[in-house]
């Protein structure tokens, strides 16, 4: 398989490829050779380049995993799904949402295997609760709750370009909404500038709060903040009939601290150390539904309804009301 | 002092009573004689009463406690405050707005000591959380999120005078985003009825999400559910600049259970257990506050502003769309 | 009923009497009338004395409890038994095992009922563990754990007369491993002075750990402490065949406190906070047993069998060897 | 480098070996092909072998992981050393203490870097802790408790090989108590055959209680289970002037079931499960240590210091009394 993209995101791939015993990576490839190398090692890739074209043109390679940015995402969709290759795909598709339907058609079309990049899923705490709400554990759900904050803003530039926090951190939320509980009939988004003056400058917010109403009935709701002193915080309660679950990983380590005043203990900071291992579990999913020719899950769908979602509490936002995910057609998210 | 009404929460006030070393209980009024008699024993009051009119008229009796139904307390107050006594009230003082904020006028001319019974503020767990507040240990407060559910729903018949899930039961996390907060601006809620049909039938719902504007641009969230097969389900979050607190009683006993599979601990059912030492510490900071003429808290307005939060969540639900508090006038939250 | 002693143990108790509706303290005797009457106001008593013959007197008096130094526990429990009252008595009965027995032989002679100051048994957490370890819940239990640790030395004063670490301190968990797991064979004791230096001069320990070998074959482990920077830590584990029950309470209020860095808790730091309500249960119990003439527990053998196991261990610890329950007949704890 | 071994272990760190970028694995050495095969897939490896002589023949072999049965490490560690290679050596060297002396004595010699298996040290709790205790957080230590239960014994042949509970479990727990409070002086042991018949048979226990007296006078207890029916039970304690740390990873998924009568989580059951990366942090230390030149540890001094408490708790289980450090020479653990 190939590996395009060997930033941040694509390094993490690289090195869970590196450990993968069954998975040969024959290529890496990246603008900038310095970032290929580095991950062809972790990777130990056969070969790196600079060209896509080179990726889509080997025989050889029977997969791709696309992590360069967003913009080129439809695009490599396509010419992997015309030249035949399973695709696994970094969210979102695309921030232009007749863009992502047209890629997501084309996939469809070509008949190759698809699944985008919803991490969160393959934490094993979420795992074992889709687990447990498939199996009937909580009878009729009722209410879905998700916090998710990000220890600080990222640079103005990456805001810029991300879609703004509704697509780019709480489509990760949307989609926990309907892994769990279902599709979504209408939101409504009250956000702002909090803190972060130049969230403000590109049109994005910094805190934002969304009600979901699920088509079953249910009532969401999603907070998202884009800084928490305290580190990385994602929180994830479901409830119902029969009880509730929640998903709070506490510590980064096992390890309580008493002293004068009480006792503490540490918390996660970064992503990676919350869901590194959910990072390596969608690729080996991927590639065992690849190798035993299982359907893959999240598949075009979830990347397209969680993108429609985040869409539709953007237009909530924007226009101050309530908005029926029904009313959400082929919008570009943002003029840029 | 006088204790008026022996119910289920004037019995718990009598216990409290029975245990405050200064103060004397004169006389317990309620017309359910056996009531009474049962509050006195542990109130170890002088005397019972089933009139009203005795409390009153009795110049030795400095403060009475108000635990009779909502509908009497508004009449019960006027009364008091005329007769120049302090008043401690549970909540609400009334289901119509233009009662309550009539009966809280008089109080006022009357410069009669005023509380409202909003217990939870009392909570060990709240009131430190407010103390860190107050001390700046958030520093800007962007989000707020309280979550509370009844292990059952109660009776249609006490459901149809409860004035609603949002006014009998919400008010309380109303009053705590107030408490940590600050004023709320307006509200938006979606509510429906899940799984108590008769909820329905007396106009009630059982499951409601509302979302909080604060007048300093925070953030807010109420999720509230008549029904929790885990028990008595309270849980509050506040979060800003300098990172959060939640308010979470995981436990009634501490004990943890490792048996086959993991382990498990038990849970809060009946809200006494929860809250069982706030409601004596509302009412030893009532007496201590008179004692030393200090200003009662929460007072008159905090009865009536969280009455107001409840009212426009109401009209929201009826109304589909979002409701500033300025807009609720002094209207009855429902005929009935 | 009588309390007899004010100090600290006293106070409490008297709070706790004022709050049990059914219970009439018609006395409170202590030499210090200052102590006597602040606790007669909080168990709102008819009356003080300095005099405990017009305790053992009174023909009105059914019980008394007595909460004075511990070298008058054995001659006021006996002449309690002889004037035919029932006795609650703070442990220990004395620091020599040859009084206790006597006094606990007269108690048994006189036919009165008996209760033991052992409140970690009314610990909500340590009663319901008692409960599912008699219903089965463990199967055969292998291994005991007790770890108490004070937030800080007592006094020169009270540690000379206290019976030592072992005796003072200890009994709490010696109880407890006999309520839980069963009779003690068999102990050993290592223990020094670590940081309390005039521990050492009264001829005390302040770090202790014993081990324990019970009849049935399992092992018990009791680590004792007089420091803890972050308060009072009492955590218990018993183990067996299906699993083990942990008691520990975690926090004193149900706080979590998000900051940079992770998040944090509060502790206990007086036992009081801890064992507050188990003061209140066992005194509850006490006076339900007589109430009902069940019969009453902890009971003399219970006073008398940790006690034991406290000499055993202080034995072991100055002989520098494993000392068997058996061995141990009725001697003074210490010479002072 | 070359891995000996492919047994559980070794398969364990042919899978770690095969995601660190910079290990070159050349050769898997095993008797059984298939198992060797499999290992060299995870690993990455260039070549398998039966033969031992052709691992220490090869030039191009740095470095050698010894996960062998017990009785070849001493052996093993010689003929490498003598060959010039860095070693990483499973735990424990050997069950004779002449014969892991000399297998050290030899390594010293050649001055070939060694690295023993104490996985335990590189887990992030213990390893942070020991952060913090070398920083000073703790002041003086004046207790240490280990507890480590395994879900379920192991066969009865293991169990003949292993060296009994003492040394080939609680040797963790003993190499804990080194790394955290020092060297230790004296030990007594009591363990008994609670439920394991078959380890009576071949001269084991299977429940046990270890006390340790460090050199500086700190106490510790070391409690060890061949069962648990919640599974794998590993918690450390280390407590001192400024207060105390714990060590105990909670649950395996960051999940929280609120379901009837409570809430419940799972718990580790495999070790690997809780320790795998603490499994791969030594091999990357060990690695890291080899191209920096820094000297490795858990060194050969740890290898038989925390050897020799497991053979003198051993001894003192035999001979019924404390044993010394200082007594234990070089003899076998057991006759066999």
Request: hydrophobic share 40%; proline share 4%.
């Amino acid at each position: 398989m190939a590996l395009m993209g060997a930033g941040r995101a694509g390094r993490e791939h690289a090195t869970n490829l590196g450990s993968l015993p069954d998975v040969r990576v024959a290529l890496i490839c990246d603008p900038v050779t310095a970032a290929a190398q580095n991950a062809a090692k972790l990777a130990r890739a056969d070969k790196i380049t600079e060209s896509v074209d080179e990726v889509f043109d080997c025989k050889d390679i029977e997969a791709v995993i696309i992590s360069t940015p967003t913009e080129t995402h439809a695009e490599y969709m396509e010419r992997a799904a015309k030249a035949g290759k399973a695709i696994f795909c970094e969210k979102p598709v695309s921030l232009d949402l007749a863009r992502a339907t047209q890629a997501l058609e084309v996939v469809k079309e070509c008949k190759v295997p698809f699944q985008i990049g919803f991490d969160r899923r393959f934490d094993p705490g979420h795992a074992e609760v889709k687990r447990q709400i498939d199996a009937g554990a909580l009878g009729q759900i009722d209410q879905f709750l998700s916090v998710s904050r990000d220890p600080a803003p990222p640079t103005k530039e990456y805001m810029a370009k991300s879609g703004g926090l509704l697509i780019d951190s709480a489509i990760h939320d949307f989609d926990i909404a309907r892994f769990f509980v279902g599709e979504v009939e209408e939101v409504i988004c009250w956000a702002s500038v909090r803190f972060c003056e130049y969230a403000g400058e590109v049109g994005d917010v910094d805190t934002a709060t969304t009600l979901l109403k699920f088509k079953n009935g249910a009532q969401g709701v999603v907070q998202n903040c884009r800084r928490a002193a305290y580190g990385y915080d994602v929180m994830t309660e479901v409830s119902g009939e029969q009880g509730k679950f929640v998903i709070h990983a506490e510590s980064k380590t096992p390890t309580y601290h008493f002293r004068k005043g009480g006792w503490e203990r540490d918390y996660y900071y970064f992503f990676m150390d919350r869901f590194g291992p959910a990072f390596r579990a969608e690729l080996v999913a991927f590639f065992e539904a690849l190798s035993c020719e299982h359907p893959l899950s999240p598949d075009a769908t979830d990347a397209l309804e969680s993108l429609r979602i985040g869409v539709a509490a953007t237009r909530s936002l924007r226009e101050g009301r309530p908005v029926k995910i029904a009313e959400v057609g082929t919008e570009r998210v943002r003029e840029s």
